[in-house]
Nanobody, 118 residues
Framework: QVQLVESGGGLVQAGGSLRLSCAAS?????MAWFRQAPGREREFVAA???????ANAESVKGRFTISRDNAKNTVYLQMKGLKPEDTAVYYC???????????????WGQGTQVTVSS
């Protein structure tokens, strides 16, 4: 069982920046961020492998950067140029498989709210 603790969410104005962090209690091959807005399905944001391979959703390319610190079992999501449509609960997920589908990830954090005002 891997436990995840997320931090860094909050309220920011459009165009602003936030950095999310997720600390895991154990090592995982893949670490990812998903988000879910009210009334919408959970959607992929970004993922990173143990060796640094990354994938990003088209909607966040050029604005969000995922990174990880393997020594700390921690994954980060640097978000810049935030837009009101980025408002959602952001979830960290980890697992042994790689991909953009939520079903590929075995462990999930509790979520952190990101709200972008216009």
């Amino acid at each position: 069982q891997v436990q995840l603790v997320e931090s860094g969410g909050g309220l920011v104005q459009a165009g602003g920046s936030l950095r999310l962090s997720c600390a895991a209690s154990g090592r995982s091959f893949s670490m990812a961020w998903f988000r879910q807005a009210p009334g919408r399905e959970r959607e992929f944001v970004a993922a990173i492998t143990w060796v640094g391979g990354t994938a990003n959703a088209e909607s966040v390319k050029g604005r969000f950067t995922i990174s990880r610190d393997n020594a700390k079992n921690t994954v980060y999501l640097q978000m810049k140029g935030l837009k009101p449509e980025d408002t959602a609960v952001y979830y960290c997920a980890v697992g042994p498989r790689w991909g953009t589908s939520p079903g590929l990830y075995d462990y999930w954090g509790q979520g952190t709210q990101v709200t972008v005002s216009s």
